[in-house]
């Protein structure tokens, strides 16, 4: 994750291993199903990653550099360990070929895996100032989550998975299968619009208040 870790570089020092360890972490999770044929087995490595944060021996080494540095960063940051578990659940979506049912669900996905990755960072970068801006990483979250989907779209093409929303494709005229497999329909051309206008919206939303963010939780938001 090259922009991440260019990122990190702008944060204090003392905050970077820290840093690392969380992104690391998002790197082995997003990237899962491109390393299975099945479902089953990427299922089994989500709850490898559940079991070793929720588990109480904090100071036991897993013989996984990632998760020993990630377990040793959750308990000196004094980081929540649900919403570990909840971008573990949102990813199991990832494994399979299952339609994105709504723009909600969407938002809901993006929350729990970008959005979450901000704010964990700016609870590392400044745990007194983070809580205030929960909403504004939950803007940026969505924003960047679905520019990357965006990005993505030849990929999740290819495999068979649909990233937009069904209600989305509806409104465009279009079908979680129409839309996988081409990309040339007029439906196909709106709901990416649509997709765009979203992100856009989201991007917005959190511009507006980006100028209010304090320096020492910029890192995070990069």
């Known amino acids: 994750d090259h922009d991440r870790y260019v990122c990190t570089l702008y944060a204090p020092e003392d905050k970077r ?4 360890s969380l992104y690391a972490f998002n790197a082995e999770i997003s990237g899962i199903r491109d390393r299975i044929r099945e479902a089953l087995p990427g299922e089994v490595r989500l709850q490898w990653w559940r079991d070793v944060i929720t588990a109480e021996d904090a100071g036991v080494g897993t013989g ?3 998760a020993d540095a990630l377990k040793a960063t959750i308990s000196a940051h004094h980081l929540p360990k649900p919403a570990f578990e909840n971008m573990l659940e949102a990813r199991i979506f990832d494994l399979y070929d299952d339609p994105m049912p709504s723009r909600t669900d969407l938002e809901g996905y993006c929350g729990e895996t970008a959005a979450a990755l901000i704010q964990l960072a700016a609870m590392v970068l400044d745990p007194v100032e983070a809580p205030r801006f929960a909403e504004l990483a939950g803007r940026a979250g969505c ?11 030849p990929l999740h093409r290819k495999r068979g998975q649909c990233f937009v929303p069904a209600d989305i494709l509806a409104a465009a005229g279009s079908s979680s299968e129409e839309f996988v497999a ?3 329909g007029p439906g196909a051309q709106r709901a990416v619009a649509a997709m765009i206008a979203l992100a856009q919206e989201h991007l917005a939303a ?4 980006a100028s209010s963010l304090p320096d020492s939780l910029r890192p995070a938001f990069l």
């Open 17 to 20: 291993d820290a840093l690392f």
């Open 64 to 66: 996984h550099p990632v």
């Open 143 to 153: 924003a960047q989550a679905m520019t990357g989907l965006l990005l993505l779209l």
């Open 182 to 184: 081409s990309d040339d």
């Open 206 to 209: 959190f511009e507006s208040g």
